[in-house]
């Protein structure tokens, strides 16, 4: 069976897939937790990837799907660098692959952890080795040039969305990353290039013949989700926004659902409403990579109201909703570890509890 890992790291993100044939996909490390605070209930992050890495010190892919702290907090303490001597030897972790948009690249003005780690994308793109950047290609033919590169050397390191990514493949891994965003539109103006956007991608895993569906959506907002489901719609290519798991998105904001928080459920524009209803499958499973659930109104996410929808989509498709930081239970929370197999997608049990919400199965059936 395959492995996908997410970890209780508060309002932040890190998610650790284990293929069966021992390959490994880290998506994003954000290591939160308060070591002089005792009562801070977060993992211990470094720790824990250690544990599941044994004496392997390097990850096929480690992808940071944005350069946000509570995405790549503490990467340039843990993580071997290419770009410079400080940043290597010890037992620090090899990076084999490194999955980034291309505002990793191109942003300027950034600091702290994600200037190093826009240095560490640079370096890679520039040598032309141990990277992917996602974009529309002719978007970083400008940095290409104005480092005497010939931007057609470094086409093979991009991957535009509407792509699978080549680093894995069903038939040698039985898991394969579709690639939704960075993405780019055409229109009567000509091509409008959206390099902001946070990567969001599907993976569909493999196993007896059964497919399960993933996707990891990162911080995106409900107007680039909004897009994705448009563009991805337009090109008849529904079944890349089918899902058994959802991490929904930034830690669930009603931002990545609609405009309006809604008063007691938030009411998300259409094409989410399609994402969500249509496209989950039967038993599928939402995690929220967040707080607890607050029972009141809050500023900042999670806010109840996106979670009482999510909660609902559970319900119907008779699966589950779940909260990192509250799963097993809110005094003793554990990294979430789904199993993948020949059934479908499991969640394992951990000691002290049960998860947030699990319904009885619904009557609807669900495609293979």
Same mark, same amino acid.
């Given at each position: 069976?395959?492995? =996908? ?56 892919? =480690? ?46 003005? =950034? ?92 993976? #569909? ?25 448009? =563009? ?121 509890? #049960? ?14």
């Amino acid at each position: 069976m395959h492995i =996908v890992r997410f970890f209780n790291i508060g309002n932040a993100d890190s998610c650790l897939i284990e293929l069966e044939n021992g390959r490994l996909a880290l998506f994003d490390f954000a290591d939160m937790r308060n070591k002089d605070d005792a009562s801070d209930k977060r993992c211990d992050l470094e720790k824990e990837l250690r544990e599941c890495l044994g004496d392997d010190k390097e990850i096929d892919v =480690v992808a940071f799907t944005h350069l946000d702290t509570d995405h790549c907090n503490r990467a340039k303490d843990v993580f071997h660098l290419e770009h410079a001597a400080k940043y290597q030897g010890g037992d620090r972790i090899k990076i084999k692959t490194m999955w980034v948009p291309a505002t990793a690249i191109l942003e300027e003005g =950034v600091e702290g952890q994600a200037r190093t780690l826009r240095a560490e994308a640079r370096h890679r793109f520039i040598e032309g080795k141990g990277i992917r950047v996602f974009s529309r290609p002719d978007a970083l033919d400008q940095f290409l040039r104005d480092r005497d590169i010939e931007p057609s050397k470094r086409r093979n390191l991009i991957s535009d969305a509407g792509t699978l990514c080549p680093e894995f493949n069903l038939a040698s891994d039985s898991v394969e990353f579709f690639a939704h965003s960075p993405f780019a539109e055409h229109t009567d103006n000509g091509v409008i290039v959206r390099n902001a956007s946070a990567l969001f991608v599907q993976a #569909t895993f493999e196993v007896q013949g059964r497919a399960t569906k993933l996707i990891l959506s990162a911080d995106v907002d409900h107007e680039t989700i909004d897009g994705i489901v448009r =563009v991805t719609r337009y090109h008849k290519n529904d079944t890349r926004l089918e899902w058994d798991i959802n991490n929904v998105p930034h830690h669930s904001s009603y931002t990545s659902l609609a405009e309006e928080k809604g008063a007691e459920e938030t009411d998300p524009v259409d094409r989410l409403r399609w994402l969500y209803e249509t496209q989950g499958r039967t038993a599928g499973i939402l995690v929220s990579t967040s707080d607890p659930i607050p029972s009141e109104d809050t500023t900042q996410p999670p806010h109840r109201q996106a979670v009482n929808y999510y909660k609902r989509v559970a319900r119907d498709l008779g699966g589950q909703f779940i909260v990192t930081m509250e799963h097993p239970s809110k005094t003793s929370p554990k990294p979430l570890v789904i199993e993948i197999g020949g059934t479908g997608a499991k969640v394992r049990k951990a000691a002290g509890g #049960t998860p947030a919400v699990i319904a009885a199965p619904a009557p609807r059936a669900g495609s293979l």
